[in-house]
């Protein structure tokens, strides 16, 4: 069988690149280096011996080394190193590749965190500054379920974990967390909003769920970032075939815009001015903003129409419809219902017809000139302008060979280009931190960070775990700053801040309401988003054999009745326009308790769950988390409301900021009216319990990850005893409007 050998002579590299000894072990911990307990989770689990097997079944002898571009490296009995895709392995060996990947790279974490611990207390000390205070348990699980999970915690979660009394608590539950479908649901609407990802490609009649499913794989798998973003610039053709193009149909026909938004993610480098004239701040010239445009010179979303496929033209239509309905084309009334017949198919005929024009290829014969309007003297008014990178220079001498778009994605990933590595390293620390080393993120300044030090040593931790962004995050969630309380600070971005802890701040918008689908599902990922493949085999033609007219229509058919929340599934491949939500078992660590909800008197628990999901249809909620969720979401939606991005900008695309709408949502909108209904989860935890006084707890553990403490007894006293069962409503909506709720503190 496919098997861990505990001791092998012939895998001395991955012995090298994997293993510490106990005593090493020992010697981080008694330093008092907490992430060395990274090494005791994953390296113990990868000590001891287990079975594999392929998809198929067939035993498989080697070593796992480890997990890169969804190809898992292994190391045979003979020695030899293969690789192999992770979809060719079983499910469960699947699970265990995904959990592992980064158990390799132990030492390099505990040591990375080391090094940006020393650089924050460098620059701690130079100021005579102090950390914070230490988080508590409570704290400490609820910062890491919103920054790793994009949630609160479940009460059986929250209540689980802070019971437990085991010793190495903390790191397993990091390990969970990171393993687990919230990691890919928050880390995609994170990337999400920097890509300015929407539901349609504007100006087109493609939907982008290939390519929303797709980087949400590309998250699960740990795919190393700056091979994603060089798939992203390379990527060809139509969407059902590479999802990836996705990326360029954002920006369909702008490509100046397209570089502009690429400098500011990528590279942290705001070159936007420069698109129209010199730049005097940043000193980018107009021609230099061409050179780079270069790059994307031949690439064209559009391409040839699709090859003839024998599709029926409008006559074959109408003598098809003729004579399935019976008409009579000389009769001036059926002429009529003819004519409506043929007019319902006119517009899903033109954007089936329209669909396999989108794709993205290269195109010859197509330079880069500059503008009719430029006026500098360095070039003339529609000079053809040769493609060159903005600062350093492309590397090797196989540039010859590739495509420009290759050569761009070469020199922008490149481990030389150092403000790469250093962009998503500030982003990364701005995540979890609050505030990058550098501001805006957007346009970054190493010589104007508040400590040019740490963000020296973010950027090259960044190169050292190859772009690992699951590795990189175990190393900030594990600093000494991380687990300090939060600052209440109310600095601008261009003051300095020296990261005692991070800084105090609202949750986003997408973290807020998968909370409250938390408060009320329990499991918020019951329901997922498909990978779009059944919208795109119906305006796949190219890709079909030539239908009938009776196969035709069909297909024009079912592509007029298709709706997004088709897509919407659960487990079973149920549409949640059909589905029933059901609690789920009890387990370690988040899953959910199956009691019947805290309901009506005589009303029985589907009758509850029913109601439950009826109230969310009338109200035209869907109760899945927001990266299932249409992107954007509609303008009077809760997202929008509490400032979710409209995939727009990049600058300032989303807020944090409060609103009068924020409080009316909160008070008696639409998703706290659901919250409260007898089927919820939170009234469901509360079903078994007779003490008023422990119903109020649950309340709290669910909403504030605690228990009551203080005055707050005296208060629960005070409002249960003058009010029956709807009080906990009342105590719901409470608690949902405390900063203690909204704030990541």
């Given at each position: 069988m496919?098997?861990?050998?505990s001791?092998?002579?012939?895998?001395?590299?991955l012995?090298?690149?994997?293993s510490?000894?106990?005593?090493?072990?020992?010697?981080?911990?008694h330093?008092g280096l907490?992430?060395a307990?990274f090494?005791a989770?994953?390296?113990?689990?990868?000590a001891?011996?287990r079975?594999?097997?392929d998809?198929?079944?067939?035993p498989?002898?080697a070593?796992f080394i480890?997990l890169k571009?969804?190809?898992?490296?292994l190391?045979?009995?003979?020695?030899?190193?293969?690789?192999?895709?992770?979809?060719?392995?079983s499910?469960?060996d699947q699970e265990?590749?995904?959990k592992h990947?980064?158990?390799?790279?132990a030492?390099?974490v505990?040591?990375?965190a080391k090094?940006?611990?020393?650089a924050?207390?460098?620059?701690?000390?130079e100021?005579?500054l102090q950390?914070?205070?230490g988080l508590?348990?409570?704290?400490?699980l609820?910062r890491?379920?919103l920054?790793?999970?994009?949630?609160i915690?479940?009460y059986?979660e929250?209540?689980?974990?802070?019971?437990?009394?085991?010793p190495m608590k903390r790191?397993e539950?990091?390990?969970?967390?990171?393993?687990?479908?919230?990691?890919?649901?928050?880390?995609?609407n994170y990337?999400?909003?920097q890509l300015?990802?929407q539901?349609r490609?504007?100006?087109t009649?493609?939907?982008?769920d290939?390519?929303i499913?797709w980087?949400?794989?590309?998250i699960?798998?740990?795919?190393p970032?700056?091979e994603?973003?060089r798939?992203?610039?390379?990527?060809?053709?139509?969407?059902?075939?590479?999802?990836a193009?996705?990326?360029?149909?954002?920006?369909?026909?702008?490509?100046?815009?397209h570089?502009a938004f690429?400098?500011?993610?990528?590279?942290?480098?705001?070159?936007?001015?420069?698109q129209c004239?010199?730049?005097?701040?940043?000193?980018?010239?107009?021609?230099?903003?061409?050179e780079?445009?270069?790059?994307?010179?031949?690439?064209d979303?559009?391409g040839?129409?699709p090859?003839?496929k024998?599709?029926?033209?409008r006559?074959?239509?109408?003598?098809?419809?003729?004579?399935?309905?019976?008409?009579?084309?000389k009769?001036?009334?059926d002429?009529e219902?003819?004519r409506?017949?043929?007019r319902?198919?006119?517009r899903?005929?033109?954007?089936i017809?329209?669909?396999g024009?989108f794709?993205v290829?290269?195109?010859?014969?197509?330079?880069?000139?500059?503008p009719a309007?430029?006026?500098?003297?360095?070039?003339?008014?529609?000079e053809v302008?040769?493609?060159r990178?903005?600062?350093?220079?492309?590397?090797?001498?196989?540039?010859?060979?590739?495509t420009?778009?290759e050569?761009?994605a070469a020199?922008?990933?490149s481990r030389?280009?150092k403000?790469f590595?250093?962009n998503?390293a500030n982003?990364?620390?701005a995540?979890y931190?609050?505030?990058g080393?550098?501001?805006?993120?957007?346009?970054?300044?190493?010589r104007?960070?508040?400590?040019?030090?740490?963000?020296?040593?973010l950027?090259?931790?960044?190169?050292v775990?190859d772009f690992?962004l699951?590795?990189f995050?175990?190393?900030?969630?594990?600093?000494?700053?991380?687990?300090?309380?939060?600052?209440?600070?109310?600095?601008?971005e261009?003051?300095p801040?020296h990261?005692?802890?991070?800084?105090l701040?609202?949750?986003t918008a997408?973290?807020?309401w998968?909370s409250?689908?938390?408060?009320m599902l329990?499991?918020?990922?019951?329901?997922?988003?498909?990978?779009g493949e059944?919208?795109?085999?119906?305006?796949?033609?190219?890709?079909?054999?030539?239908?009938?007219v009776e196969?035709f229509?069909?297909?024009?058919?079912?592509?007029d009745k298709?709706?997004?929340?088709h897509?919407?599934v659960n487990?079973?491949?149920?549409s949640?326009?059909?589905?029933?939500l059901?609690?789920?078992?009890s387990?370690?660590?988040?899953t959910?308790?199956?009691?019947?909800?805290?309901?009506?008197?005589?009303?029985?628990?589907?009758?509850?769950?029913?109601?439950l999901?009826n109230?969310?249809?009338?109200?035209?909620?869907?109760?899945?988390?927001?990266s299932e969720l249409?992107?954007?979401?509609d303008?009077a939606?809760?997202?929008?409301q509490?400032?979710?991005?409209q995939?727009t900008f990049?600058?300032?695309?989303?807020?944090?900021?409060?609103?009068v709408p924020?409080v009316?949502?909160l008070?008696?909108?639409y998703t706290?009216?659901?919250?409260?209904q007898?089927?919820s989860?939170i009234?469901?935890d509360m079903?078994?319990?007779?003490?008023?006084?422990?119903?109020?707890?649950?309340v709290?553990?669910s909403?504030?990850s605690?228990?009551?403490?203080g005055?707050?007894?005296?208060?629960i006293?005070k409002e249960?005893?003058s009010?029956?069962?709807e009080v906990?409503?009342d105590l719901?909506w409470?608690?949902?409007?405390?900063p203690?709720?909204?704030?990541?503190k």
């Amino acid at each position: 069988m496919f098997r861990f050998p505990s001791k092998s002579p012939k895998h001395s590299n991955l012995q090298s690149a994997s293993s510490l000894s106990l005593s090493h072990s020992l010697n981080w911990i008694h330093r008092g280096l907490v992430v060395a307990a990274f090494v005791a989770v994953f390296l113990t689990k990868l000590a001891e011996g287990r079975t594999w097997v392929d998809s198929t079944g067939n035993p498989i002898e080697a070593d796992f080394i480890g997990l890169k571009a969804s190809k898992v490296a292994l190391r045979l009995e003979d020695g030899k190193a293969v690789e192999m895709p992770l979809k060719a392995l079983s499910k469960v060996d699947q699970e265990y590749v995904l959990k592992h990947s980064f158990a390799a790279k132990a030492e390099l974490v505990a040591l990375a965190a080391k090094r940006i611990d020393a650089a924050v207390e460098k620059g701690l000390d130079e100021k005579k500054l102090q950390y914070n205070e230490g988080l508590n348990d409570h704290m400490f699980l609820r910062r890491i379920y919103l920054d790793l999970a994009g949630r609160i915690p479940s009460y059986q979660e929250a209540r689980d974990f802070l019971a437990s009394r085991k010793p190495m608590k903390r790191q397993e539950l990091l390990t969970k967390l990171l393993n687990s479908v919230d990691y890919t649901s928050h880390n995609y609407n994170y990337f999400a909003e920097q890509l300015r990802i929407q539901s349609r490609f504007p100006g087109t009649v493609l939907r982008n769920d290939a390519f929303i499913f797709w980087l949400k794989k590309q998250i699960q798998t740990n795919r190393p970032y700056d091979e994603l973003v060089r798939e992203l610039i390379t990527a060809e053709g139509h969407i059902w075939d590479n999802p990836a193009v996705g990326y360029h149909f954002r920006d369909k026909d702008m490509k100046l815009d397209h570089v502009a938004f690429m400098g500011k993610v990528f590279l942290g480098t705001d070159i936007t001015c420069a698109q129209c004239h010199d730049d005097p701040f940043s000193n980018w010239t107009q021609y230099e903003y061409y050179e780079l445009s270069a790059y994307l010179s031949n690439l064209d979303t559009k391409g040839p129409k699709p090859k003839d496929k024998a599709i029926p033209n409008r006559k074959q239509i109408e003598q098809h419809l003729v004579q399935k309905n019976g008409l009579d084309p000389k009769n001036a009334e059926d002429k009529e219902k003819l004519r409506n017949l043929v007019r319902r198919y006119d517009r899903p005929l033109r954007d089936i017809n329209r669909a396999g024009e989108f794709m993205v290829r290269a195109v010859s014969d197509r330079p880069m000139r500059l503008p009719a309007t430029y006026e500098y003297d360095d070039a003339v008014p529609n000079e053809v302008v040769p493609p060159r990178v903005l600062f350093g220079k492309e590397q090797g001498a196989a540039v010859a060979a590739l495509t420009s778009r290759e050569r761009l994605a070469a020199w922008l990933t490149s481990r030389n280009n150092k403000r790469f590595a250093m962009n998503i390293a500030n982003r990364m620390w701005a995540k979890y931190m609050g505030r990058g080393v550098s501001e805006p993120l957007y346009n970054i300044d190493p010589r104007k960070a508040y400590n040019p030090e740490l963000l020296k040593v973010l950027a090259e931790e960044m190169l050292v775990l190859d772009f690992d962004l699951k590795a990189f995050s175990w190393v900030i969630v594990n600093t000494k700053a991380y687990n300090r309380l939060a600052s209440r600070t109310k600095s601008a971005e261009a003051e300095p801040y020296h990261f005692p802890g991070p800084i105090l701040r609202r949750m986003t918008a997408e973290q807020v309401w998968d909370s409250m689908m938390t408060l009320m599902l329990g499991d918020p990922n019951q329901f997922q988003l498909e990978s779009g493949e059944e919208f795109n085999e119906l305006i796949d033609l190219a890709g079909q054999s030539s239908p009938s007219v009776e196969e035709f229509l069909n297909r024009i058919e079912r592509y007029d009745k298709f709706r997004p929340e088709h897509l919407l599934v659960n487990e079973e491949g149920i549409s949640i326009l059909n589905a029933k939500l059901t609690p789920k078992k009890s387990g370690a660590f988040g899953t959910n308790l199956t009691r019947p909800p805290f309901k009506k008197d005589g009303m029985s628990d589907e009758v509850a769950m029913m109601e439950l999901m009826n109230v969310a249809k009338k109200k035209k909620i869907l109760l899945a988390r927001a990266s299932e969720l249409p992107q954007p979401s509609d303008p009077a939606h809760f997202l929008s409301q509490f400032g979710q991005s409209q995939r727009t900008f990049v600058i300032r695309a989303s807020s944090l900021e409060g609103s009068v709408p924020q409080v009316m949502e909160l008070m008696n909108g639409y998703t706290t009216e659901i919250l409260t209904q007898p089927g919820s989860k939170i009234f469901l935890d509360m079903k078994n319990l007779r003490s008023n006084f422990e119903k109020a707890n649950v309340v709290f553990m669910s909403i504030l990850s605690r228990r009551a403490i203080g005055n707050e007894h005296h208060l629960i006293d005070k409002e249960l005893s003058s009010g029956g069962e709807e009080v906990f409503a009342d105590l719901i909506w409470a608690l949902l409007n405390t900063p203690e709720f909204l704030f990541v503190k």
